[in-house]
């Protein structure tokens, strides 16, 4: 056995089903072994992509995504789909072929520092100098990427080192590391705590964050709520903890959010943070979410408590393992009235379009389209306006709604889609980008045809790179430079090309009819809405 | 400002003083002086920071630092609650004028004069922080030709609980 074959027996030990990669000489020795393997390999078009595949299977999963791509340009080409995961706090393990050990250092033919290059975007890296470390490292790998706070972790192999023989193959059962022992339960004092300011609080509320749903902690959330008619809002990725149309969620918060949750969370007395790292886009002024009131900020990762805005009462744990604890302790709170005054709110901050006839209108689209998706559907949102769109105007029910918070990277929601895809074969999976969003990722219709990968793809078509173009309407007054996206191709010319169905929306007057078609498709489909270039989300 | 001295026992690995320094300036955080060296145990390198900045990047400093997962242990303090010491080698240009007053400088910190030529002489201090600051600071008027440091070494003073 050499080290390549034990790295495909620690992936089948880890239960890993799919490997997303592209291959170079230097990741030859794994591809060569895993064609022993009944794990399913999917050829990506491009690095960038196999992580965001294997970020898309991840949040769907629930396991650490897997992809392998070779050294040098392979390697750096992954980085911003390691860096979009790392935002995100996706569990990632990424492979990457390196050149011979007794070549690193030498400038060699497709050598990159990986490891020097990738470290501020990973949870941690390794670089395989003995094969018989391979088997513990790749046990270690599994468990920093899936525990705590999740993220990727990248492991780098020397081609002579997947070459190499392997005394003796063990997996080990358990992983020892001395430095990392993540906190998994909240601390009783500090849940008493809570407990107490709870009772005591008139206008309590619950702010969700993506580490709710990472934590699989998203039904305790809501019973939780609503046991005691707590009101929730969500930041962008906590976007699915709670169905779109609960009566008690009231939306997503941040400058691109609604009004009447901005406003509920900073009129709040008890604001519950939980899972979420209070940046900069869901929480411009921290000092709204501290003056006045009593924060309690739940997070796995100690760090994020007090990095953006001081906590009053901090509490370190799983989210999951804390509502569990919650969900135990009996208190009565009356928020009645609150709960009034909020729903209020809702009905009398509700922002109102003004859609030019002539166009498709994304938001009235937007929302059509999800309300027509399936109980459990992944919608997965990409970068730009669109992304604002989908955020504002998508109805999650009991589904997932994916998209690149942190990090923001466009081209991410067609390669998350398949990888989603590929993760619940029998769940519907739509993807919604924008023009220049799918141009960054458009390589990937061969995949899904290659490799079979049904998912649904609507273009929002403006002709342009409108978040920008919005932006510099503003901020530059309309000194628009570097947005007009002339010279894109005919969408259904490239569709034919890739034998992909396709269909086109000009305006609303066939919107529900299109839809239907588009859904009721057994596999993949491109759906463009031509909307109004000057359409704003603001 | 604040400043503040992290006592960090980390893994004794390649890579490991990258990443720590990495993580300083990638988060903006002031370094003030790092020295690493080995501990007891050849596994376990001990890294002293000194570092400074508001109370929040200072607490901040020492989250982001035990997220690593090289770092075994942070210890954190402030100067009055260790004992810190600094190493200096200076050299300087003497001549029949300043060689008395030099001496005398000498005589009062107890620094010891390491090596000697014509025209130059090298001193050498282990002291305070503040102690080297001040030999700098009476130097400066002479001439000063060259200055190594290996910046603070610090351990908490000794408690019966230890």
Redesign the interface.
């Known amino acids: 056995m050499n080290g390549a074959d034990a790295i495909i027996k620690c992936l089948e030990a880890e239960g890993v089903k799919n490997v997303y990669g592209y291959p170079g000489v230097a990741i030859c020795p794994f591809y060569n072994s895993i064609l022993e393997s009944d794990i399913r390999t999917i050829l990506i078009r491009t690095e960038q992509n196999a992580a965001h595949a294997a970020s898309g299977e991840a949040r769907i999963s629930g396991r650490p995504g897997v992809c392998a791509v070779t050294s040098g340009p392979g390697a750096t080409n992954v980085i911003t789909g390691i860096a979009t995961a790392f935002a995100d706090s996706i569990p990632l393990v990424c492979i990457t072929g390196q050149v011979h050990t007794d070549l690193l250092g030498t400038d060699a033919f497709q050598e990159a520092d990986i490891t020097g290059a990738v470290e501020s975007f990973v949870k941690y890296s390794y670089l395989v100098k003995d094969v018989n470390d391979i088997p513990h490292i790749m046990k270690e790998a599994f468990y920093i990427a899936n525990s705590g706070r999740k993220g990727p972790v990248l492991i780098d192999v020397p081609i002579d080192v997947q070459n190499a023989t392997i005394n003796k193959f063990k997996y080990p059962e358990e992983v020892k590391l001395r430095t990392y022992k993540p906190t998994m339960k909240g601390n009783a004092l500090q849940i008493k705590k809570v407990i107490k300011e709870l009772e005591k609080a008139k206008k309590p509320i619950i702010c969700a964050g993506g580490g709710v749903l990472l934590s699989d902690a998203q039904e305790n959330l809501r019973h939780f709520a609503q046991e005691h008619q707590i009101p929730v809002v969500s930041t962008m990725m906590g976007l699915g903890v709670m169905p779109t149309k609960h009566p008690l969620y009231f939306g997503m918060v941040g400058n691109n959010g609604k009004a009447y949750a901005n406003r509920a969370m900073n009129e709040s007395d008890l604001l519950i943070m939980v899972g979420a790292s209070v940046a900069d886009r869901a929480v411009s002024q921290p000092d709204l979410i501290t003056k006045g009131k009593i924060l309690v900020h739940i997070d796995v990762d100690p760090a994020e408590i007090g990095k953006n805005a001081g906590a009053t009462i901090p509490l370190v744990g799983d989210a999951k393992c804390i509502f569990e604890d919650f969900e135990k302790e009996s208190f009565e709170g009356n928020y009645a009235e609150w709960l009034e005054t909020l729903k209020e709110y809702r009905v009398s901050m509700a922002k109102k379009r003004n859609p030019n006839p002539a166009y498709v209108d994304p938001a009235a689209f937007i929302s059509a389209l999800s309300e027509k998706m399936e109980e459990d559907a992944v919608y997965v949102a990409d970068v730009g306006q669109n992304q604002i769109w989908s955020c504002s105007y998508a109805v999650t029910k009991q589904g997932k709604f994916l998209t690149s918070g942190g990090m923001g990277t466009m081209g991410y929601s067609i390669p998350a889609a398949m990888g989603a895809k590929i993760a619940a074969p029998e769940r519907q999976v739509v993807a919604v980008c924008g023009d220049g969003s799918f141009q960054m990722s458009m390589m990937e219709l061969a995949t899904m045809q290659q490799h079979h990968v049904d998912v649904k793809i609507i273009v929002l078509k403006n002709n342009s790179l409108g978040m920008v173009r919005e932006y510099q309407q503003f901020t530059y007054k309309e000194h628009y430079s570097m947005i007009d996206l002339s010279g894109s191709p005919d969408l259904e010319k490239l569709s034919a090309a890739y034998d992909i169905p396709f269909q086109r929306l000009y305006n609303m007057e066939k919107m529900d009819e299109v839809i239907d078609t588009f859904l009721a498709h057994k596999g993949s489909m491109i759906l463009e809405c031509i909307i109004d270039p000057m359409d704003i989300v603001r | 400002m604040k400043k503040r001295i992290y006592s960090v026992l980390v893994?004794n690995r390649s890579?490991v003083l990258?990443?720590v320094a990495?993580l300083f300036s990638?988060r903006c955080y002031n370094i003030d002086s790092l020295v690493v060296g080995e501990t007891d145990d050849p596994d376990v390198s001990c890294m002293t920071i000194v570092s400074s900045g508001d109370e929040?990047t200072i607490?901040?400093i020492e989250?982001?630092l035990?997220?690593?997962?090289?770092?075994?242990k942070v210890k954190t303090f402030s100067e009055s609650r260790c004992i810190a010491r600094e190493l200096m080698l200076v050299k300087v240009k003497y001549n029949s004028h300043n060689r008395r007053e030099i001496m005398e400088i000498c005589e009062l910190m107890n620094v010891q004069i390491v090596d000697m030529s014509k025209h130059f002489m090298m001193l050498q201090l282990c002291d305070t922080p503040e102690k080297i600051k001040l030999l700098l600071n009476l130097l400066n008027s002479i001439s000063i030709v060259e200055v190594a440091r290996t910046g603070t070494l610090a351990l908490s003073k000794c408690m019966e609980n230890d």
């Not at chain 2, 035990?66 to 075994?72: A, F, G």
């Open positions: 893994e890579g990258g990443k990495g990638r929040r607490e901040q989250k982001q035990n997220k690593k997962l090289d770092v075994i």
